[in-house]
DNA sequence: TAGTGGTCTAGACCACGTG
DNA sequence: ACGTGGTCTAGACCACTAC
């Protein structure tokens, strides 16, 4: 008796699979409604419900008189929705990156699980310091699959004023959905504390971030202390009008 | 040249206030659609829209074959909206209060600021301990406007199996549709570590979380002082598909 | 069976951006 | 002027719930 699944969800299943297949690419414009709803056969109202559900799920984006868009992880994209700290007077800003270290290792238990890839799969292991306003505040510790990103190598850092997502999607055509972040508080440890510039023994917040592509596919995985005296992580609950 | 707002907008609008006047109360059945864009002069389409904006904003609850509900703040609602924190697992659990203390006095600039009102204004000040799987986890310091809890007393929490949002709904008729979490790391202090059962200088999340209904008005302040030795705040972003 | 919300259609008109 | 997305309408039919 399974259900028949309503037609605008085979539509925004197309869609979605057309995106992944790179059919459209970050930016660009994708096909009109009417010739969305001709391709499908089916109404515009039809190919309006679907678009609408990819663009609540930041997958798309319409602009009216324009067209609509597959969303490019431009700064002011992560800034607003991937990116959750901010300072004292609930001012956002996105940090500058700073490469501490970059090797291949393979990948512990957790990180295993997490990705979704076998124990001991090959990942490539990304230390990075990131600073907000000159002042070193997040230290990351990034795990990605050798599999996806097998091309990535220190250079493509050095060049670099974008986020490490929007490099993601520009190099390896991978567009980052959705994550999930699991926080806790810790200690600093002697290493950490020199690093984020703060008195040894400091509370931190520390970050377990999963990043999802299309199809809930992990992509990567990070832990992330941040030095939480200037700052604070905003999360917003409910959305009420 | 002030952009007309769309119909759907209006309809919304007039729906919002209905449910603040408390034409309909939580747990309620709404008026059916064609009812509403009869009365609205609208067509059912228009009435869905202003519908569906509400529902995606956890206001009012479609259920098929039944009718559109007022949402209720029960356990459940509150477990999958409003409340955060995991275990190891994953998994979420809605903690039980023990009432710790509580009393009138004046809000400090702070809470004033948070909640809307004038520095000094009388406030309720409370203090509750919260337990999960029976182990002390979360110590709340909320402070809400007398003016808008006049008749909040002790034995409210004595008799209660529900939340503290559930008994703003059922005993104030407010209903919170939106909260603001800003979480940083902290050390526990000498009281906090006995209320908890942690170490002193054990590392805690620190949240401090301000309480909105409809029309953005704030209702509680709290202060909020987890143990996440044990436990994780989760939060979620993008919500892909 | 009657009433509810859910889906789908077809078409008109509006608001906006581009050439 | 044209094409885009945005709003609004009217009506048909489906799926589910209650009685």
Redesign the pocket.
């Known amino acids: 008796m399974a259900?028949?699944p309503?037609?605008?969800?085979h539509v925004k299943q197309q869609i979605t699979d057309a995106l992944r297949s790179g059919k459209w690419k970050h930016g660009q414009k994708?096909a009109?409604?009417?010739?969305l709803a001709e391709r499908f056969?089916?109404?515009?109202?039809?190919v309006?419900?679907a678009v609408g559900e990819l663009e609540a799920e930041n997958i798309l984006v319409?602009?009216?008189?324009?067209?609509?868009f597959v969303v490019s992880h431009t700064r002011d994209y992560m800034l607003n929705v991937f990116f959750r700290v901010v300072d004292s007077d609930g001012h956002k800003e996105l940090p500058t990156m700073s490469l501490l270290s970059m090797k291949r290792g393979r990948a512990d238990g957790t990180t295993a699980a997490l990705l979704h890839i076998a124990p001991r799969a090959p990942v490539i292991d990304i230390e990075a310091l990131l600073s907000l306003k000159g002042r070193p505040t997040i230290l990351d510790r990034i795990r990605l699959p050798v599999s996806l990103f097998a091309e990535l190598g220190e250079h493509l850092f050095k060049r670099r004023d974008g986020t490490l997502y929007g490099l993601f999607q520009e190099r390896f055509g991978i567009t980052i959905v959705r994550v999930e972040e699991n926080i806790t508080a810790v200690i600093a440890g002697e290493r950490d504390s020199r690093l984020l510039g703060v008195a040894n023994g400091s509370p931190l917040l520390r970050i377990r971030r999963v990043g999802y592509t299309y199809k809930n596919v992990p992509v990567d995985a990070r832990v992330r202390l941040v030095d939480s005296s200037k700052h604070g992580y905003l999360s917003v609950l409910g959305s009420g009008s």
Do not use: D, N, W
Not at 6 to 9: C, F, K, N, V
Not at 32 to 35: A, G
Not at 62 to 68: I, L, S
């Open positions: 259900a028949r309503p037609l605008y969800r994708i009109s409604e009417p010739q056969g089916v109404s515009i109202g039809t309006r419900k319409r602009e009216q008189g324009r067209g609509t």
